[in-house]
């Protein structure tokens, strides 16, 4: 175990359902990241939250919702999602700019849009 | 718009041979950058970081070089083992203010003994 947990570790869902993606951490870290990795393709990285306070969007449609409710927790709320949207799906933790000790990833929650 | 270029193709190696791995990017000039190792449906795992300033980082059986003016890196793998086979990921910040880590594709290794 790395210190931050997914789950689901699996997921398959419909293109009308909603689910929520969960990471936990207790490393005491105070940034937290939601990435997603497509098959061939480099890690995206999709939202940051730095203290809870979310400070990056990278141009991520709508139909994903994340929320920080506190520095621990990290949720990726999934609605109306398409098949496109199927890959692994990366949550990441960081003390400050992760500039001494990178980033801490989990497992991942492998998600698949059907 | 920056770019992180690490060769696409696998990197097959001898057991006991060095494996070198080449990170390029272009533009944005990096105050570091990062190396992680990702096994088949795990998340990445933080190896090394080398700031700007630093030639060279080592950590047991690997090494790290940083060129800003050639805009690369390189990493290697020493006495390589089976055990290595796995896909290499450098990654930089993209922004001055940090926290906002972007990967190249990653270059596979597979080390056959």
């Known amino acids: 175990e790395t210190g931050v947990t997914q789950t689901p570790r699996h997921l398959v869902m419909g293109m009308t359902n909603k689910k929520s993606l969960k990471c936990e951490q207790h490393?005491?870290?105070?940034?937290m990241y939601w990435y997603k990795q497509s098959a061939k393709k480099p890690l995206e990285l999709m939202f940051v939250y730095n203290f809870k306070e979310q400070t990056e969007n990278n141009s991520v449609p709508s139909r994903f919702s994340p929320e920080c409710p506190n520095s621990s927790h990290l949720f990726l709320h999934l609605h109306t999602l398409q098949p496109e949207d199927s890959a692994l799906y990366l949550c990441?933790?960081?003390?400050?700019?992760?500039?001494?000790?990178?980033?801490?990833f989990g497992s991942g929650t492998r998600l698949t849009v059907v | 718009s920056q770019k992180i270029e690490q060769n696409s193709e696998a990197l097959n190696i001898q057991e006991g041979k060095t494996a070198t791995l080449t990170c390029n990017y272009t533009n944005y000039s990096p105050a570091y950058l990062q190396w992680y190792r990702q096994d088949p449906g795990r998340g990445p795992v933080f190896l090394l970081l080398i700031r700007e300033n630093e030639k060279e980082k080592r950590k047991e059986r690997l090494k790290v070089t940083f060129d800003t003016t050639l805009k690369q890196s390189l990493f290697h793998i020493t006495a390589s083992q089976p055990a290595d086979s796995a896909t290499y990921l450098c990654?930089?910040?993209?922004?001055?203010?940090?926290?906002?880590?972007?990967f190249g594709g990653g270059t596979r290794v597979l080390v056959k003994p």
């Open positions: 990441a933790s960081s003390q400050n700019r992760g500039d001494n000790y990178g980033y801490t």
């Open positions: 490393l005491g870290h105070n940034a």
């Open positions: 990654a930089l910040d993209m922004q001055a203010a940090g926290n906002k880590l972007t």
